[in-house]
Each structure stands twice: as structure tokens, then as C-alpha cells.
């Protein structure tokens, strides 16, 4: 009995160990993560397999995992530029990125988990300045926001490429120009679109100014002609034929030929 204690101490403690080591030993990769694996006696940072995925793991408790976010995340930068005249442009952007899941082991080799800050937002804020500095404010203001949040996107994405990063997008979510600038760009596009809304109303009162002589010449046209058409002959017929229709009306009448202008009969009623 004396001797129990002695040899359960002893058990105790390796317990005690073991509890420690597989403590140590065991990581937990949680929903949209993956491990980077870093044997400590095995050349360092393991890149030539696939990150560790989500779940439970056991490694060698002498060894590290460093867990990244795999999924898509958003990243707001806010940034001067200076447009093509030199103003300064306040730009705020949303990046869309994630790590790329098959090289994640020489990301974190290479740029460690500060890559945002190393490489990601260098590139964006580089891009930036290269993009807005081709355009006058104007332009950012209005109508080129959609072309140059599509162009800094394309040279964001050629620099991160071979660093192991997905962009996913870049979206241009504010343009801040000076307010002295921004003013007078409102006065501008205000008064160019009184102006085109004044030469619209030019042109449809010309457009209806047209169609009303078209149609009073056609009607002059058809005057004429019809003037042209009726002779003495042709008047002369019509007439006869009149007298001839009412002569054979039941009507009580008198029938006078040839007492008429130009011969026509005279038509008298009994009344």
C-alpha cells in the first residue's frame, strides 16, 4: 500500500504528458479555413502538399499550423489620387479577394499572413493613382466611374496574380472631388442639359412647323388641280345632268331650259 502512491505518481505525470501532447498535437480547421502545415524538423513550411481543410487534425505537437481564411472577403480602401490635372481625388473602393486555396502553403512561405497589407493593398492603391491620374474630374464625377473601376480592377489583378491572391472584384463605391470642383461640374452638366433640352423643343416646333406646310401645300395642290379640272364644258354637263335628276322628281315644278347663266335651265317650283 505504501508503494501505490510511488508507482501511480509516476503514471500520473505521463498521463498528465500524454493529456499535454495531444492537446498540442490536435487542431481543429474551422468552416471556410484551411491549416498551413510547419514541421519544425522537416523543412519549415510545407508547400508541395494541400493546406490542411476544415475538421479535426492530429500533427506532431512539435510542429505549427497557421490557419488562414480561405473564403471571399471584402477589404474598403479609402485613398488620395490626383486626376490628370493634378486635383486631389478622394477614392473609396471595396476589394473582393480570397487567398488561392492550392498555393496557400508559398503564400504564407513568401508574404506571411500580413499578404493584405504586403501585397494586396500596395497593389490596389498603385493601380489607383495609375487609372485616375489618365482622367479629368469630370470624367470621374460622371460618365467614366463604370471604365475606371473596371480598368484598376484589370492592373490590380495583373500585380496579385503570381502572389497567390484571387481578386474577385473591385468596386468603385465613392468619387470625392473638391467642392469647388464638384460645383462646378453641376453648374456645367445643368446647363448643358437645359441646352439639349432647349434644342429639343427647336426642333420638334420645326418638325411641326414642316409638317403644317406639307400638308397646307397639299391642300393648295389639290385646289388647284380641281380649279384646273372644272371648264365651262364639264360645268355645263353637270348641270344638265342635275335637271335632268330633278325633271323626274315627283315634285310639282317648272322647267325653264335655257334661261340660265352660261345656257343652263332655270328650275322654278310651283310655289
Known amino acids: 500500500m505504501e508503494k501505490l502512491p510511488k508507482i501511480a505518481l509516476p503514471t500520473i505525470i505521463i498521463a498528465v504528458v500524454l493529456l499535454i501532447l495531444i492537446a498540442k498535437s490536435a487542431v481543429t480547421i474551422g468552416s471556410g479555413q484551411a491549416g498551413v502545415l510547419y514541421k519544425t524538423f522537416g523543412g519549415g513550411v510545407v508547400t508541395d502538399e494541400p493546406p490542411l481543410g476544415e475538421g479535426f487534425h492530429i500533427v506532431a505537437p512539435w510542429n505549427n499550423v497557421f490557419v488562414y481564411e480561405v473564403r471571399q472577403q471584402e477589404l474598403v480602401e479609402r485613398m488620395n489620387v490626383l486626376s490628370s490635372n493634378g486635383l486631389d481625388i478622394k477614392l473609396e473602393a471595396s476589394i473582393w479577394f480570397q487567398p488561392d486555396y492550392v498555393n496557400l502553403g508559398k503564400l504564407h512561405q513568401e508574404k ?29 464625377y460622371s460618365s467614366k466611374r463604370d471604365a475606371i473601376q473596371q480598368e484598376i480592377f484589370e ?32 453648374r456645367k452638366l445643368k446647363q448643358e442639359q437645359e441646352s439639349l433640352e432647349y434644342e429639343f423643343r427647336l426642333v420638334t416646333a420645326a418638325k411641326e412647323a414642316e409638317k403644317q406646310i406639307i400638308e397646307a401645300q397639299g391642300k393648295a395642290d389639290a385646289n388647284r388641280i380641281l380649279s384646273e379640272s372644272l371648264n365651262d364644258k364639264i360645268l355645263q354637263d353637270k348641270g344638265i345632268e342635275a335637271t335632268i335628276k330633278l325633271s323626274e322628281s315627283p315634285n310639282s315644278k317648272v322647267i325653264v331650259i335655257g334661261s340660265g347663266d352660261s345656257g343652263l335651265p332655270i328650275i322654278l317650283g310651283n310655289q
Open 112 to 140: 506571411s499572413e500580413m499578404y493584405k497589407d504586403r501585397v494586396l493593398l500596395p497593389a490596389i492603391r498603385s493601380a489607383a493613382r495609375s487609372v485616375v491620374g489618365r482622367y479629368t474630374p469630370e470624367q470621374l
Open 155 to 186: 492592373e490590380t489583378k495583373k500585380m496579385v496574380t503570381d502572389q497567390y491572391i484571387q481578386l474577385n472584384d473591385i468596386l468603385v463605391r465613392d468619387v470625392t472631388l473638391p467642392p469647388t470642383i464638384k460645383e462646378a461640374i453641376e
